[in-house]
């Protein structure tokens, strides 16, 4: 997954990374820990988060 | 009469609940798979925290949209906060908290200044309550009557935690009203649940009056007749319905229709419209941080406006025997690129705040332009309508006067709900 230019840190995806996989500070940062599962793109506000092409 | 919402916000469920009530047939659309907008909770490790606010409402349950959630017969208890703020300022004299502080109760304000500038706070906030001060910033006013240090630290702090601005971006027109409206509606309230006490219990009552609520679902245009909203288009599929509330602010709902007579006076309103931005730290602790449920207002940090602590009132806000602890920062539009500073500057400040206390830092949550703290901050609201007919515009990008942040939202729906009894007989 890839987190794009939209993302402003509100932290919402991180809550629903059933893998503990999404570091916030400012912005979204996902870390080795995905498995590309793809739940938090649903739970972004502002589409900020992408399959990686 | 048929009545389309989009978006399932404070402001969205608010109208819908309203009209499901009175037999209505409502169908609200949301993106996301929750509802509640920046209005609910989320569970990180055990913590209720939020998609948003603070699970503070600035007036309680004897404010705008405490009374509208008693009308309506929402099941939510609103838990007064006492004392409603406090304010901590350093000890001797210095500028900063590194030597210690004490906390004084918000209406003793005045009391850290000197005899004279007591006296002139008492006969102006008697005055300006009767004669609002016109076109001048709060920082302004401040600055002319009443030119204390401490005096526009603490407005900032107060501004940038109920409005997630600096003094300087509010009139003092607004602030005053702000001021006038504690007064006359109460202090601040926590609902116990949290956010998400208030918002479910709005879903609720619009499913248990037929109300039907689509999560996953985006509105991807209006459609427009002859200048007026006949439905949404949502899924690929057309929902026709004779009113539209849009929950999504003024800009991003023009966004949604194509209009072929351009209202340049809405235009350029909707251009003038400005988002506040604000960062959240949520913390951890064992032993409370603060101790007690009001808002602890920390003028002399250099990020930090203020903190609260909701387990004071609602201990299920966190895991058994834990604290949550949340702090809010505005932030101004040109640090905005630079918002990993501002958290940190933000945490060395909570530091200062609290020294010698344990605590851990579970999330820092930041928000601006498409998800801010405020679509329309304040003095930039424009009001329900549009220039469509039968579209409405609720929602934190279209506050009722002098309502501040949800009680702003509750007053605008209100509006809203009397604009819609009068054209749609
Ligand atoms: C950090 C922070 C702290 C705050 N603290 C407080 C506080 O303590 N007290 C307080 O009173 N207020 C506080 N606020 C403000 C408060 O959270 C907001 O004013 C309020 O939640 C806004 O509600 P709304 O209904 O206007 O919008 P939203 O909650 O934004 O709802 C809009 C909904 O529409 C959905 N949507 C968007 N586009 C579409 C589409 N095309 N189709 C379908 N659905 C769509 C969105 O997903 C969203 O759910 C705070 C805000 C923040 C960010
Ligand atoms: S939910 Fe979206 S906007 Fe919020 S932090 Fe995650 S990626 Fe960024
Ligand atoms: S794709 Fe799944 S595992 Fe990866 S960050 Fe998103 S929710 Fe977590």
New binding site residues.
């Given amino acids: 997954m890839r987190v794009n230019e939209k993302c402003v840190g509100c932290g919402q995806c991180t809550a629903f990374c059933k893998q503990d996989a999404i570091v916030v500070k400012g912005n979204a940062y996902i870390t080795d820990k995905c498995t590309n599962c793809g739940i938090c793109a649903f739970y972004c506000?502002l589409k900020a988060i992408e399959a990686e092409k | 009469m048929k009545i389309n919402v989009?978006?399932?916000?404070?402001?969205?469920?608010l109208s819908a609940a309203s009209l499901a009530i009175e037999g209505h047939e409502i169908e609200v659309?949301?993106?996301?798979p929750i509802?509640?907008?920046?209005?609910t909770n989320i569970e990180y490790h055990g913590f209720s925290l939020s998609?948003?606010?603070?699970?503070?409402?600035?007036h309680g349950s004897t404010g705008p949209l405490g009374n509208l959630l008693k009308k309506i017969g929402a099941d939510v208890e609103i838990v007064p906060c006492e004392p409603m703020a406090m304010i901590r300022i350093p000890a001797n004299g210095s500028n900063n908290y590194k030597s210690g502080f004490k906390d004084i109760s918000f209406n003793q304000f005045g009391s850290q200044f000197s005899m004279w500038n007591r006296l002139k706070l008492a006969i102006l906030l008697v005055t300006t309550r009767r004669w609002p001060p016109k076109n001048i910033s709060f920082e302004n006013w401040i600055r002319k009557y009443l030119n204390e240090d401490s005096a526009h630290k603490t407005a900032n702090s107060f501004c940038g935690w109920a409005l997630?601005l600096t003094n300087r971006d509010v009139p003092a027109e607004e602030a005053f009203e702000i001021f006038e409206n504690l007064y006359r509606y109460g202090g601040t309230g926590i609902p116990m649940g949290g956010?998400k006490g208030v918002t479910d219990a709005l879903v609720e009552i619009i499913r248990s009056n037929g109300g039907k609520i689509h999560t996953n679902?985006?509105?991807?245009r209006i459609i427009v007749e002859n200048n007026t909203a006949r439905g949404v288009i949502?899924d690929g599929n057309k929902h026709y319905s004779d009113v539209v509330i849009s929950?999504?602010?003024h800009p991003?709902t023009r966004d949604?229709y194509d209009s072929y007579t351009i209202n340049n006076a809405y235009e350029e309103k909707i251009d003038n419209v400005k988002s506040s931005a604000?960062?959240?730290t949520c913390l951890a602790a064992d032993e409370p941080l603060i101790g007690h449920n009001g808002i602890l207002l920390t003028p002399y940090c250099r990020r930090v406006n203020g903190i609260n602590e909701v387990t004071n009132t609602d201990p299920n806000l966190a895991p058994p025997g834990k604290h949550l602890v949340m702090a809010?920062q505005s932030v101004r539009q040109e640090k905005i690129d630079k918002l990993e500073e501002e958290i940190e500057i933000g945490l060395q400040d909570l530091k200062e705040v609290f020294p010698n206390k344990k605590y851990e830092v579970i999330l820092t949550?930041s928000?601006y332009d498409g998800?801010?703290?405020?679509?329309a901050s304040s003095g930039s609201d424009i009001g329900n309508t549009t220039p469509i007919n039968s579209l409405y515009v609720?929602?934190?990008?279209a506050k009722g006067k002098g309502g501040?942040?949800?009680?702003g939202?509750a007053l605008g729906v209100m509006n809203t709900l009397d604009i819609i009894k009068q054209q749609h007989r």
């Fill in positions: 506000p | 989009i978006g399932a916000g404070l402001g969205g469920l659309f949301e993106r996301l509802t509640g907008g920046r209005f998609t948003g606010a603070l699970h503070m409402i600035p997630s956010c679902t985006e509105v991807s949502a929950n999504i602010g991003f949604l604000g960062i959240k809010h949550q928000y998800w801010p703290v405020n679509r609720v929602g934190d990008g501040i942040e949800v009680e939202v």
